[in-house]
């Protein structure tokens, strides 16, 4: 998904190989596929003519796993002049609605790319999305609802009915 969208904003994009690797004794080993990053901590990297950002260093990842992500990725030097760092981290799921507010229903935005730079020490700034639906806007959020709560008169406590006994055989 990062990939086609680096490459509907005009960027030629080159991706970590996978191999496959043989694994344990001759007698009884198994393939594995591993991925082999790009200077051993980028999975993408995409050039353009363009300005702004001609040269990208990316590295994919889901949102648990983005400080690890930080301490594989920033021991690397790039030089911010000529290109940037960056750690896209993946927020998908259904859409639901954020429970924090009781009394009005907001939905909570999913199916994007939170972008990390490192010229920005890795900070989270929630402009920095990509949306993987459509042309890279957000899509359109459902007005937030106002609920009316009513109280509930309670008269008593609410007792089981006793049921019949089954007759004995």
Do not use: C
Not at 26 to 41: G, H, L, M, R, T
Not at 136 to 163: D, F, M, N, Y
């Amino acid at each position: 998904m990062a990939r086609k969208i680096l490459e509907q904003d005009g960027y030629v994009v080159h991706s970590a190989i996978r191999t496959s690797t043989r694994v344990g004794p001759p007698w009884k080993s198994f393939w594995v596929s591993q991925s082999n990053d790009i200077f051993n901590a980028f999975d993408l990297i995409a050039t353009r003519m363009d300005p702004p950002r001609p040269l990208r260093f990316i590295q994919v990842t889901t949102t648990k796993m983005v400080s690890e992500r930080v301490k594989k990725v920033d021991p690397i030097p790039v030089n911010p002049a000529a290109a940037s760092a960056e750690i896209w981290a993946y927020v998908g799921g259904q859409p639901r609605l954020d429970r924090r507010y009781k009394d009005r229903k907001l939905w909570l935005p999913r199916n994007f790319f939170q972008v990390y730079f490192k010229e920005r020490n890795w900070a989270l700034v929630p402009e920095d999305r990509m949306f993987v639906s459509g042309s890279g806007t957000p899509p359109a959020q459902k007005e937030p609802v106002a609920l009316s709560i009513q109280p509930i008169e309670v008269t008593g406590p609410r007792r089981r009915p006793k049921s019949a006994k089954p007759a004995a055989r």
